[in-house]
């Protein structure tokens, strides 16, 4: 659900010296408004590190796509300086802006892209580090599914937590494209953003598998 129609992760643990690409959601009708990202817990008060009507590549990228209503910040080269609060905005003309914040702690996560086919699975390795809590498997806008709760939407999902290595792993079987979007694992309030592809399954492919 959007929080004054603007919805992100709420904290999200990345890896030290790597990137991070965090999606930030919005309703139909921001689609044409201007997005930004900035640093602080307020966002009034905090200056935009980088806007939609300005897009840059290097440190601190942003990227909107409004036929699915999300916008995405990536942030790269990731130093432990940079654990703090940040805001992702909706301009809004003539009022005030709208959004949602997430708190960055640079530790041990990783957000993940994964790529799969039609009919096929992926496998989703998920981290968490000293965090004690429940893990779940959640898709964004949709429900959650944690161990042993067999499903996720519909989707057979199979999750197995190692509590020894503080990692847990998500198999998504019978993959369909519409299946195509964002997730996160979620330990307690960590949320690691992963993306997943969906590709149709190729005529190369079904023609061998025929065989």
């Not at 790597?18 to 307020?42: A, H, L, M």
């Not at 509590?163 to 996160?184: A, H, P, Q």
Request: hydrophobic letters at 30%; proline letters at 4%.
């Amino acid at each position: 659900m959007c929080i004054n129609g603007v919805s992100t992760m709420k904290m999200v643990s990345v890896q030290r010296g790597g990137s991070v690409t965090i999606p930030c959601f919005y309703e139909d009708r921001y689609k044409t408004n201007v997005k930004y990202w900035c640093r602080g817990y307020y966002r009034d008060s905090c200056p935009p590190i980088v806007r939609t009507d300005s897009p840059q590549e290097g440190k601190v990228s942003i990227r909107d796509d409004p036929d699915q209503r999300v916008f995405t910040l990536t942030i790269n080269n990731l130093t432990t300086g940079e654990f703090d609060w940040y805001s992702c905005g909706v301009e809004i003309s003539g009022g005030l802006d709208v959004g949602d914040r997430v708190r960055l702690p640079v530790t041990d996560g990783k957000m993940s892209e994964v790529t799969g086919v039609e009919g096929d699975r992926v496998i989703v390795q998920c981290r968490y580090g000293y965090i004690e809590s429940q893990v779940m498997w959640c898709k964004i806008r949709g429900s959650c599914a944690s161990e042993g709760s067999g499903s996720l939407d519909g989707r057979p999902v199979l999750i197995r937590d190692d509590t020894i290595n503080k990692v847990f792993s998500v198999t998504m079987r019978g993959l369909e494209r519409k299946d195509t979007g964002w997730y996160w694992c979620a330990a307690g309030n960590l949320q690691i953003p992963v993306h997943i592809t969906v590709n149709q399954t190729t005529s190369t492919a079904t023609s061998t598998e025929r065989k």
